[in-house]
């Protein structure tokens, strides 16, 4: 019986998942978005966020390279480290968790397996687009009652109806004058 195991073990032994999941973990943090199966993608978001998070704990320099360290042996990547404390770091630092979002796709036609997409959340152009979190918010606008709506339109019209009586009685003077021409003739 497998009463209180959490964890998925992917159909592998224990070396061969770390390899597997330092290898996700490094390919999502390089590329920002991966696809994968379904249960590899769920089993990486928990390997993930915890090493995501120590990116945030850096007050010195020597937790900074502790950290660094710490990462390191998780993911063996050199490249990835680096991507994760100078890229990833700084775009999540406000963020308090989360920063991994599991979307399915559907079957994969091969071999009928649940596809799914894993991405970072800060680095999702579509639905961040448009968003600037460090823009302070919107100021709100002061709503008024359509009542006062209409009192602020109707001298609008008579300003409008005043310039087109100024311009009206210009153009009859040259038709009348040319009426007068006509008939002094």
């Not at 090493?51 to 993911?75: C, E, G, W």
């Not at 991507?83 to 091969?110: D, H, M, Q, S, W």
């Not at 001298?155 to 311009?167: G, I």
């Amino acid at each position: 019986m497998r009463h209180g195991d959490k964890i998925n073990n992917l159909g592998r032994t224990k070396s061969h998942r770390d390899a597997l999941l330092a290898n996700l973990a490094s390919q999502l943090i390089v590329h920002k978005r991966i696809v994968t199966t379904l249960a590899k993608a769920k089993s990486l978001r928990t390997y993930i966020e915890p090493l995501i998070t120590k990116t945030k704990k850096a007050d010195s320099q020597d937790v900074i390279m502790h950290q660094h360290r710490i990462v390191f042996s998780y993911l063996k990547n050199k490249e990835a480290v680096k991507e994760l404390f100078t890229v990833v770091a700084p775009k999540i630092a406000a963020r308090p968790g989360g920063y991994t979002r599991v979307l399915k796709l559907g079957i994969r036609p091969g071999d009928n397996a649940e596809v799914a997409l894993i991405e970072l959340v800060d680095f999702n152009e579509i639905y961040g687009k448009g968003v600037d979190k460090t823009a302070e918010p919107a100021k709100k606008t002061r709503r008024s009652r359509s009542a006062g709506t209409a009192k602020k339109a109707a001298p609008a019209k008579d300003e409008a109806t005043t310039a087109v009586a100024e311009e009206a009685p210009a153009a009859p003077e040259t038709s009348t004058a040319s009426a007068e021409e006509k008939a002094a003739e």
